[in-house]
Every structure is written in structure tokens, then in C-alpha cells.
């Protein structure tokens, strides 16, 4: 996939902008505060209606002014044209289009334009508690699987109803137990649905996780994943099947059942997976050096790319925030050879274009777009 | 405020509480009516009282209605060993118009939802059991929805001692979509296609 033009209106300080990109490697640049980043979250709202950061959507539009709205011009691989607009009106539904159709909701586009996204807050990967992980997980899957999409919003949707019935028997003693175990039921029909898909994934990922670290650090580190389900047992090298897993998550539920009546909040279920990083023999978390968090980190995204090109069949667009403050000059230097075999289209917000540019011998392939104060200056 | 007269601001404050009317549209409509003869405003207000005023619910399937019994209910061409489950009155509209349909219909006035502390006493569940005893077949027609789809099968369970045949639409309807906005087709489609529960 590769955009060819964006049109930014009242999207934080960005007040009407029509930019275009160049098919490979564009660098946005401009003093902090500029608007860089934003033009990487108008790409993240085209494809999957959601900005990378935490924030909410009232947030994203422009001070004084009532909604923002970005459209998105591009081709697919097989050059045929994708277009997608987002409007958003303070108050009302976000409104979506593309030449997919109309009014459409933002499980319909997930995955129709992949991007690949690295921010230094995704360090959280390696570094942080097992919901960071869940997270790079659900995102990676829900661009690859609109089954898995479904799935996991209705187990997310069942966990707040099922939490519900159990917090008002913990308050008032008072249940519905026929309501209980058809939460229950769902609740564990699509919780299978999604820890199978997560354990399918992990396997399809770790030969594309293992070699882009490989090529990252040229060294002989033996990294691997290890998915690790809650309340379910498993031998690691045997295929688990859909009934294995939900005769499982029932006879936890069983178990559990007394305490979470005592409790009054569910305490089995994927909401409490993790995966474990590993570096050798340890614990990524626990045993990486900085430098070999950094390489992991981009192994794992570089291994996304690789993974979602393979099943979407779609070149995912690679978008990187404000990576290389963070990186040496080597590393760096590392990273951008890499990106630049991966034929794909790349966003880069930098605050220094010189140091960047002098990584590169050859630059007649890369666009700069110069911000100031929410504007594009040539 | 922003207008020269009290009358206009309360009636855009009347018109922007109707669902998808904003403030915009409903001062459109404000001003249309002051371009409209004295006859128009008369007739809007007389049928906005006969509205109120006539209509009911019908005390057997709970749609609306200006006699009680509904036509519906009172039809001796329907079938009334099938029953069809909907949500809101709009969706028994919709299923009419498909003229596939030859039951006769339940509306529950809502669906449960546990977070929002909407429980069966809050719909028309018990008012449902009470008609069974003559039905052979239910079919649930309530929206692709996670609370539609708990609804459906919590009232399955309820009802199963009846020794009633139980079915809901098949999910023709996109997730997330309602009845209310699906083509004909569709829901004859869905309707067709029935799956027992
Ligand atoms: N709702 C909003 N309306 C107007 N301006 C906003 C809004 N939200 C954020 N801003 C401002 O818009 C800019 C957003 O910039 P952005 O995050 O894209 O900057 P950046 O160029 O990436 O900066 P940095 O180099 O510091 O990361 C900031 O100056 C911010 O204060
Ligand atoms: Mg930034
Ligand atoms: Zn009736």
C-alpha cells in the first residue's frame, strides 16, 4: 500500500493541509511541537480509525473548532486506487467512507490499509506489564483477522457484562443465575475463539521474530516468544484444538466460581495473558541490556511487517516517531538499510534532518516535509 | 440568547431533543414552520396530540396501536402457533414489510445489558411466557448486538420448559447493524434462514 496524498483539516494544529507523499521514504520534519507526529496519527485514523496515542478523539480537534476530518488517497500493491475519509463532529458518530463503502463502522476498515507503527513509547513492549504485550498482540491480529476482531470484542464486551453480574452479587447478593451462565457461556465461547487464534499467531510469528532479530543485531542471540494463556494447560509442541481450550476455560470457571461470586469480578479468561520475551536463557524484562531491548523492539516490529505482508497480502506503510533520537548512529544507520530493502513506504517525524540525511549516500529517493507551527513549509 | 423571540428558542430546544436532530436542523425546522400558513401549525399540533392521545400498546404483543387488540393480534389470517421476538416496534415494521412473515410478534421494549443494570423485570419477558401456551415455534429476531445475542439465549433458557420450538434469524444482518437500517432482503434473507437454539 502506498498513499500518494493526505488532506488534514483540524486535526490538532494542523488546519488545512494537503500533503503529498513520495512512495518510499519521507521524512517530516520540523521543531518540537510542529505537528509532526499528527500527520502519523492522520495515517493511524485512515486505518484503523484510532490514533496510536491514548487519547480521545474530542481531543484530536483542532482548539476552537467543532471537527476534524482527514481523507487519504492511495494505491494498493496491485495499483489499484483506495481512497477513506474520516469525519469526525464533536458529539456525534465518527463518520466513515471509503471506496470500500459508506457509514461504514472501524471494524470494517481494520486491515484494509496495514501500518506498522515504532514510537519510543512502545518500549513498554519488552519492558512492561503483560497488558503492553497483549496489546502489541491484539493490534498486530486485529489488522491481520476480522474474525479475531469480532472475537475479541465481543469476549471484551461479555468480561464487562459477566464483571457486572458478579459486582452486583458482591454488593447486594442478589444474582440471576441463568444471566450468570449465559454471560458465562458466551464469554468463554469467544475467549477460545481468541486465545486459539493467539497461540496460531505466536507460532506464524516467531520465525519472522527470530530472523529479523537476527538481522538486526548479526549476532548468534537466541531470542524466542512464549505464549502463556491464562487457566490453560498445554504441551508446547502439540496443536491445541478449540474444544480443548473452552473444556478448559469451563472447568476454571468452575473452580473459580465461589471466589468470584466472593470477589465479584471474573478471574479467568485471555484479559489475563502474557507472552514472555526471551534472550538467551532469560527473561527479556528481566535480563535485556538496553541496547538489546532496542534490538528486540525493532525485531518485533520489523517481524510485524514481514508477518502482515505474508497474510494480508498488502505492504503494510511503515510509520516511525521520533525513533532515531533514541538510537546511535550505527543502530540507526542499521535500521534504515533495513527499512530501505523493505521496499515499503515509510514515514519518519525527525527533529534533526542533517544528522539523518548524512546517514545516506544516495538521497534523491527521500522526501522531506518541513512543519512550523502546524504548517508545511517548502 | 442568539434569537430575537423566546418562541423560537424553545422551539429549537424541542426540536434538537428529537434523536439525530441537531441544532442546526432543528432551527431549519423552526423556521419553516413560521413560513407555513396558521392551518399547518394547527394541523401539527392536532396530530401531535391525536398521537399521543390514540396510540397505546397493545396488551398482548405490546406494539403500538389505536385498538386493543392490535390488528395484528386480532388478524384471523396469521398464524398464531409462530411467534417472532423483536426489539422495538420499528423492527415489527421492518419484518412487515418483507410480507414474509405470518406469525404474530412479541416486542420486548429493549434488551437486557448487565453493565447498564437493564434486567428481565425492565423488559417485556414475563408478559412473553404468558402467551406461550398456545405457540409451537419462537423465533428471536432481536439485533446482532452482544446484549441482543445474551437476550436471545437467556430468554432461550426460560423458555425451553415450554417444550416450545426455538429459533433465532440467522445472522444475515451485519453485527453491530439493527434491523431497522437493513434492506428487505436482508432480513427475509435472515428470517429464511432460520437457526434453532
Ligand atoms: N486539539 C488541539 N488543537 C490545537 N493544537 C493542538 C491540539 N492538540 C495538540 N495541539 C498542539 O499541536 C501540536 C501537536 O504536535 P505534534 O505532536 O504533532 O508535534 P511534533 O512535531 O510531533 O512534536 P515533537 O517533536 O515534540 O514530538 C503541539 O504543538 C500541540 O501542543
Ligand atoms: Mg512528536
Ligand atoms: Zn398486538
Partial sequence: ??????????????????????????????????????????????????????????????????????????????????????????????????????????????????????????????????????????????????????????????????????????????????????????????????????????????????????????????????????????????????????????????????????????????????????????????????????????????????????VVRETPIILLDDIFSELDAARSQKVLELLLTKNAQTLITVTEPDKFLNWQKDKSNFKIISLSEGRIVT | MNYTSESIEKAIEIFSSFPSIGKKTAQRLTYFLLRQDDSFAEKMSKVIIDLKHNVRFCSICFNYTERDPCPICSSTKRDRSILCVVEEPNDVVSIEKTNDFYGLYHVLHGVMNPLEGISQDDIKVVELISRLHDVEEVIFALNPSVEGELTTHYIAKLIKPFGVKISRIASGVPMGSSLEFSDDATIARALEGRIAI
Fill in chain 1, 1 to 310: 500500500m502506498k498513499i500518494h496524498k493526505i488532506h488534514i483539516v483540524n486535526l490538532r494544529n494542523h488546519a488545512d493541509n494537503l500533503i503529498e507523499l513520495s512512495p518510499s521514504t519521507n521524512i517530516i520534519h520540523g521543531s518540537n511541537g510542529s505537528g509532526k507526529t499528527t500527520i502519523l496519527e492522520s495515517v493511524a485514523l485512515a486505518s484503523h480509525s484510532k490514533s496510536f496515542q491514548p487519547t480521545d478523539d474530542k481531543n484530536l480537534i483542532r482548539w476552537a473548532e467543532n471537527r476534524y476530518f482527514v481523507n487519504v488517497f492511495a494505491d494498493y500493491d496491485m495499483d489499484i486506487a483506495y481512497e477513506i475519509s474520516i469525519n469526525y463532529n464533536r458529539g456525534s458518530r465518527k463518520q466513515i467512507n471509503s471506496s470500500k463503502g459508506e457509514n461504514l463502522y472501524p471494524k470494517d476498515i481494520i486491515g484494509e490499509m496495514p501500518i506498522v507503527i515504532l514510537t519510543p513509547d512502545y518500549k513498554a513492549i519488552t519492558f512492561g506489564s503483560p497488558q503492553d504485550r497483549r496489546q502489541f498482540i491484539d493490534t498486530v491480529l486485529s489488522q491481520a483477522s476480522k474474525y479475531y476482531v469480532d472475537a475479541i470484542l465481543k469476549q471484551k464486551k461479555y468480561l464487562k457484562h459477566r464483571n457486572a453480574i458478579l459486582g452486583q452479587f458482591a454488593r447486594e447478593h442478589r444474582i440471576d443465575e441463568k444471566l450468570l451462565a449465559t454471560a458465562t457461556d458466551f464469554f468463554i465461547s469467544y475467549s477460545s475463539d481468541v486465545i486459539y487464534k493467539r497461540f496460531q499467531f505466536i507460532n506464524e510469528f516467531i520465525p519472522f521474530f527470530k530472523q529479523s532479530y537476527a538481522e538486526i543485531t548479526d549476532s548468534a542471540e537466541l531470542v524466542e516468544l512464549k505464549y502463556k494463556p491464562d487457566s490453560i494447560e498445554f504441551n508446547q509442541f502439540s496443536k491445541m484444538e478449540k474444544s480443548e481450550i473452552s473444556e478448559q476455560l469451563v472447568k476454571a470457571s468452575k473452580n473459580l466460581y465461589q471466589n468470584e461470586l466472593r470477589r465479584g469480578t471474573t478471574l479467568f479468561g485471555p484479559q489475563k495473558d502474557d507472552i514472555d520475551i526471551f534472550i538467551n536463557q532469560g527473561l527479556a524484562k528481566d535480563a535485556a541490556s538496553q541496547g538489546q531491548h532496542k534490538s528486540l523492539l525493532i525485531s518485533l516490529k520489523f517481524a510485524e511487517f514481514e508477518f502482515l505482508k505474508t
